[in-house]
């Protein structure tokens, strides 16, 4: 007997008759289209998606958690990144454990509600903090494993060098637990000497690498090409990942080009924060504003894996948004010029199996035999998903249901009088 079955549903990538999907013990054991003519197997509990999509869950491959919900803390507002980092660092001497982790637990709520079965975060490690939010961190992923998985990224944003004491505390987040070995290629003076701390930490622990970097709109900005080499010459193909690198829009086509494939022959998973490097970037332009994004369909068009984060919320990098990458990759696909059906398909998959890929997920998807993540949209398609992004979502964590949002709108429609003089 099945735990849970669920009838009548749309997949994607299926344009064949909706399907039935069955889970036993945490994972997929039944998939079959309804037209085949097969009997339902029994299950303990069954639910009727009316024709709705399910999606494997949604994942979060980069968001900041200790530094959400800042606004009302903030004396002014962020004109630079650079401001954004000074503002949150006089911040940060005042956090507590306990702030940290309510704050943090608010946005995994969220994300959950939103349809996050898997989430990467980025725990800030410094002499300022100490280890006081990647200690954080770790009681939550313990805390929350129910409702999602949650990889920690122990990360320097003060930089290693320009911050003394801060590689000793990285060295100790890594012996204590750390999932990914983090780095911010734009804040030590020597991008070797970062470089070279980054790798050989992620070498001696076996971990994966998660780089912040070339966060501008200046084309001389190119730290992904030396983070490209290293990875190559180090084997780490398929295991380094990097976030904003905005810079590559600035390009000109054929240096980018040339770059956007080095990128792709490193294997490198280029992590795209829209509402954060839109918000940022751009802004020293006295003519004509770049758009502040990494380019996406170039870096696509030349294999490299692009997936979409939701990075901050509601502090000086991003005052806007919410633990929902629907949202966030609405805005992509608006600012990104991709607007087709088939571009939907590709968000989608950006939020799906493109992030998990990239945070090295292995059992994952709508198939015999993965882990039952799954969010249902009472939607038919990607593309009503994504131009909707519907309120009404269910979830399943391993086949068992964390969240369940239902939305009832009533439309009052009363008849206009209309008196005659």
Known sequence: MLDLLI????????????????????????????????????????????????LPGLIEPHIHLEKAYLLSRMEQEAASLQDAIKMTAEMKRSFTREDMAARSLAVVREAVRSGVTHMRCHAEVDPILGLSAFEAMLELKEKVKRWLDLQIVVFPQEGIYKSPGTAELMEEAMRLGGDVVGGITYQDGSLHEHLDFVFRLAEKHGKPIDF???FSDNPEHKAIADIAGRTIASGMQGLVSAGHVTSLGSMEQGRAEALAGLIGRAGIHIMTLPATDLFINGRGDGVSRCRGLTPVGLLQEKGVNVVIGVNNVRNPFTPFGKADPLETAWLLAVTAYMGSAADSGKVIRMLTHGAAQALGIGDYGLKLGASADMVLFPASSERAILLGKPEQRTVWKRGVKTAETRVESVLSEQKALIKSI
């Open 212 to 214: 912040h970097a070339d």
């Open 7 to 54: 009838t009548d549903v749309r997949l994607p990538d299926e344009e064949a008759a909706p399907f039935d999907i069955g889970v036993r013990e945490g994972v997929i054991v039944h998939l079959a289209a309804r037209s085949s003519g097969s009997s339902a197997p029994d299950s303990a509990e069954a639910l009727d998606a009316k024709g709705g999509m399910l």
